[in-house]
């Protein structure tokens, strides 16, 4: 089992859709969970942080975690051809920056 | 803006040739930086941890002799590609931790193509 798995997509959603975007993991002791944006042939760029389980919210962005399920969910509401990347999540045991664990990413294509 | 700039975002070379690749911290100091290697539709593959002035520390598999990591200052990492070969192209991927923040931000990434 990897230690993290996402749905590779792609995924296709018409303007204004509400899109969920979904990571599973093995590791209990991930606390840190991250949501990056990555534009093609861009650098990835962090969109949401959190730590533990519960939910945070960012404009039209929610991350959701729950620790117990080992899982962790990300909402796009009103959904822009912009979203239009692959996102990638990404959680770690420590706060130092090492040890992040990657998804593979989600590549996420909204239409106008 | 940018909080971590890498140079250059793209770079084609011969094979056996080396390539050096850049990645700065810009507003705030890193001890630490991170180099990934990204192929298409994959995620990010560690490679190596990149600490100021000391050795970096490379993940398994990882060639120390072919990945040269140098982090002369605070601001500043470097990861040479030595000889490379086509094999070796693919998307790179430098990150830094800014303690401030408690979060790490990406560098660009550099598309290398070995011909």
């Known amino acids: 089992q990897k230690e993290v798995e996402q749905d590779p997509g792609p995924l296709s959603v018409p303007e204004g859709a509400i899109v969920s975007l979904n990571c599973t993991y093995s590791?209990?002791?991930?606390?840190?969970f991250m949501w990056y944006r990555q534009y093609s042939r861009k650098g990835p760029e962090l969109l949401m942080y959190?730590?533990?389980?519960g939910n945070k919210e960012d404009g039209r962005f929610t991350a959701q975690v729950d620790k117990s399920s080992k899982y962790i969910s990300l909402f796009i509401r009103d959904s822009q051809p912009s979203d239009s990347a692959t996102y990638l999540c990404?959680?770690?045991?420590?706060?130092?920056?090492?040890?992040?664990?990657f998804g593979p990413g989600t590549r996420l294509s909204v239409l106008p | 803006g940018a909080v971590v700039s890498q140079h250059p975002s793209r770079v084609i070379c011969k094979s056996g040739t080396s390539v050096k690749i850049e990645c700065r911290s810009l507003?705030?100091?890193?001890?630490?930086m991170f180099w990934y290697r990204q192929f298409p539709k994959k995620s990010l593959m560690l490679m190596a941890t990149?600490?100021?002035?000391?050795?970096?520390?490379?993940e398994q598999g990882v060639e120390k002799d072919k990945f040269l990591i140098n982090h002369a200052s605070l601001t500043l990492s470097t990861l040479t590609v030595t000889s490379a070969h086509p094999e070796d192209s693919s998307f790179y991927i430098c990150?830094?931790?800014?303690?401030?923040?408690?979060?790490?931000?990406f560098g660009q990434g550099t598309r290398l193509t070995v011909v």
């Open positions: 990150s830094a931790f800014k303690i401030a923040k408690g979060q790490a931000f």
């Open positions: 590791n209990s002791a991930f606390q840190y």
């Open positions: 959190t730590y533990s389980s």
């Open positions: 990404a959680m770690s045991a420590d706060n130092y920056g090492q040890n992040f664990v």
């Open positions: 507003d705030f100091q890193a001890t630490t």
């Open positions: 990149s600490n100021e002035g000391s050795k970096a520390t490379y």
